[in-house]
């Protein structure tokens, strides 16, 4: 995990495995660049769209992806589109699957902070349940796979429910304005573009092959 502080109060969370996956795949796109220069030429560079994608995908999918908590709201930096969710709006944190913030109107889920797999609960342990936020616990103080402070959703969860309780207790945040507040959803669309012409080129190269 990697969480620091940004522009003052605002913490970012990113997945610390989603960086070696950003690298993994630039040092693929970059190998097999050089490896095409090497063995056929640079005129053979013009083919090399497809490892561009990759590198592309590296960034848009591993190293781009965020969750930004901010004195505003939470704002979820997915792939294909920005999700800016104001503390008025937020109604409930949830992590079964990957970390969600469920608003009045809609559920928005976080592509930087998924939930872990069978085997995230099984190796909790007890520190993991303790010191979180109050609103994590269930019955019981049940705590959810998700929640727990060694996964991804959990520690982004964790810092979203901190600064929204210290909102909540401090009076700073009023209650019932949920249903009039909405989330602000903006489309990637110059990332989507050079997706689409990254798979045009990708297309067109290795079928001329």
């Known amino acids: 995990m990697s969480s620091a502080p940004h522009a003052g109060t605002d913490e970012i969370f990113k997945a610390r495995t989603n960086k070696w ?25 013009t083919g090399v769209a497809p490892l561009v994608l990759v590198a592309f995908l590296g960034w848009q999918l591993f190293w781009m992806p965020a969750v930004v908590v901010h004195d505003g709201g939470v704002s979820l930096e997915n792939p294909f589109r920005s999700v800016a969710v104001p503390w008025a709006a937020l109604v409930h944190v949830d992590t079964r699957f990957a970390l969600t913030l469920v608003t009045a109107k809609k559920s928005y889920t976080s592509w930087a902070a998924p939930a872990p797999g069978i085997w995230g609960g099984r190796n ?12 994590t616990y269930g019955p019981g103080r049940s705590v959810r796979p998700g929640d727990l402070k060694s996964t991804d959703s959990g520690q982004a969860a964790r810092l979203v429910r901190e600064r929204w309780d210290e909102l909540v207790e401090s009076g700073r945040l009023s209650a ?9 959803v903006t489309y990637r669309w110059t990332a989507i573009i050079v997706d689409i012409l990254l798979l045009a080129a990708s297309y067109w190269a290795v079928a001329v092959q």
Do not use: H, K, N, Y
């Open 176 to 184: 019932g304005d949920a249903a009039s507040t909405r989330a602000t």
């Open 21 to 45: 996956f950003a690298w993994l795949s630039w040092a693929v796109a970059a190998f097999g660049i050089v490896v095409t220069a090497v063995s056929a030429g640079p005129g053979a560079l």
């Open 124 to 135: 909790a342990r007890p520190e993991d349940l303790q010191g979180l936020p109050a609103t």
